[in-house]
């Protein structure tokens, strides 16, 4: 083998190695974020239309909507901002709630739907850049 | 000295597989197949043959509607590194830097 052979395929390898860290690293989709961001919204509708029975059929369209990882890098994810994503979810949660409970108190109607509505914006606020800053922590 | 190369990882369509494969846990078989952009059959292919060499293992995965990854074997990933090196020890020496 030659010089330039040799550094040919190191380039090459370099360049696949950059291939893979990339989709690894990658921030979720947007598609994917607002399924999971309309998830609630949807979770509201049902809810304030009392049927309750679609949350199943919900929850089984946004997971076959829902894009599935290609690449899983190695080494763990960072503690932090793992802990930072569960917790959006959880602030969601309460936003939900305290929405909810703003909306009724103001005898207003749907307030499972303002509450969703409510929650989906924290999720895409929130969500997402905590889960890029989460992915961008994986590179090497 | 410069070790010897391995001749099996010296070709352009394995070198692509283990380079794509070496930062990762695992990979789906249509990330390899869209990052080298070949066919499924091409690919399938040379995973056999790798894998036959066992220098990668395919599996189903649960977690992903039983679709097809693919990961390099301990056995693998130190063959990868030896031949890195020794590409390394090639261009270096070429600089008069090598040993």
Request: proline share 5%; glycine share 8%; net charge positive.
């Amino acid at each position: 083998m030659d010089i330039h052979e040799a550094r040919s395929a190191l380039a090459e390898s370099q360049h696949r190695q950059q291939q893979t860290i990339a989709a690894g690293t990658a921030p979720g989709s947007w598609r994917a974020w607002l399924i999971g961001a309309g998830a609630f919204v949807a979770y509201g509708v049902a809810l304030d239309l009392d049927m309750v029975w679609l949350v199943g059929l919900l929850v089984v369209a946004v997971v076959a909507a829902g894009g599935r990882t290609l690449v899983k890098l190695r080494g763990k994810p960072s503690p932090g901002w793992t802990a930072a994503l569960v917790a959006t979810f959880v602030i969601a949660l309460l936003v939900d709630v305290a929405v909810q409970f703003a909306v009724r108190g103001a005898d207003l109607p749907a307030p499972n739907t303002f509450g969703g509505l409510a929650a989906a914006l924290t999720v895409i606020l929130l969500g997402r850049p905590i889960h890029a800053r989460l992915a961008a922590a994986r590179r090497p | 000295m410069v070790p010897p190369l391995d001749e099996f990882v010296h070709t352009p369509a394995r070198l692509s597989i283990l380079s794509l494969l070496a930062p990762a846990e695992w990979v789906a078989f249509s990330f390899l197949r869209d990052a080298i952009a070949t066919t499924d059959s091409a690919l399938s292919k040379q995973l056999k043959t790798l894998e036959e060499a066992g220098y990668v293992k395919s599996f189903k995965d649960r977690s992903a509607r039983r679709s097809t990854s693919v990961r390099l074997t301990e056995q693998g990933r130190t063959a990868f590194e030896d031949y890195l090196n020794a590409l390394e020890q090639l261009v270096a020496r070429s600089r008069g830097t090598g040993t």
